[in-house]
């Protein structure tokens, strides 16, 4: 079945570095989508990727969506305590006409100030 | 507009008993899909309702089973529980068209078991 791997699995750095995590999926996607959890709270909507190759920026996120539709990766520049959080990457894929989010395990970011 | 809704927000079972969590889709929303998040975990998909019928199911045992009402809600029923499904299960809405598949979660019902 589709499986959505996601590294690293946990990695912290100082304020103010940058922040790279990675997600490959086994199946071609028609759509990824990146969430962000809270300590404590529950998967908030951060963006979704649709066409491949595409990259999308909200301030100081950047994420891709690799040409063939299998990978992506967000891009956090200049990393604030407000980052805190798992970052989980979700491909999306379709099976008889209706959707299926797969989650990867997540990316936890820790950022000391 | 009220977003999803789920009940309870914490319980705690002993091994062998049945449970059944509650949920309320966001304003609008038609399709609702349950998710299990052990700690340290993703999101596992269990299946997802649409028109009152599980349309996808991902790899549980039948021991999770699911209904939609014709509001939209939905419950999850787990039986015969396990110690190892202790976990936060997670109510997510969406709208099945489009290709717009954003998810909205629930705050989530903790589920410990004994």
């Known amino acids: 079945g589709q499986q959505v791997m996601q590294i690293p699995q946990y990695q912290h750095v100082q304020e103010g570095e940058d922040f790279t995590t990675y997600c490959n999926s086994s199946t071609t996607l028609s759509n990824i989508q990146w969430y962000k959890q809270r300590p404590g709270g529950h998967p908030v909507f951060l963006i979704q990727?649709?066409?491949?190759?595409e990259v999308k920026k909200q301030k100081r996120l950047t994420f891709q969506f690799g040409e063939a539709k299998k990978n992506s990766s967000l891009h956090i520049t200049a990393t604030q305590t407000t980052d805190v959080g798992t970052y989980f990457c979700a491909g999306q894929g379709w099976s008889g006409g209706y959707n299926k989010l797969i989650f990867g395990a997540g990316t936890r970011l820790a950022v000391h100030p | 507009d009220a977003g999803v809704t789920q009940s309870p927000t914490h319980l705690i079972k002993t091994r062998g008993q049945q449970v059944t969590l509650r949920c309320s889709p966001k304003?609008?929303?038609?399709?609702v899909s349950w998710y299990q998040q052990a700690l340290g975990q993703g999101p596992q998909f269990i299946f997802q309702?649409?028109?009152?019928?599980?349309?996808q199911r991902g790899n549980f045992p039948d021991r999770f089973s699911g209904h939609q009402f014709p509001n939209y809600s939905s419950e999850l029923n787990v039986n015969a529980l396990l110690l190892g499904d202790s976990a936060l299960y997670l109510c997510?809405?969406?709208?099945?068209?489009?290709?717009?598949?954003?998810?909205?979660f629930g705050e989530g019902s903790r589920l410990t078991v004994l």
């Open positions: 309702y649409y028109e009152e019928e599980e349309r």
């Open positions: 990727l649709v066409k491949s190759g």
């Open positions: 997510a809405s969406s709208l099945r068209s489009g290709v717009a598949g954003e998810l909205f």
């Open positions: 304003s609008g929303h038609d399709t």
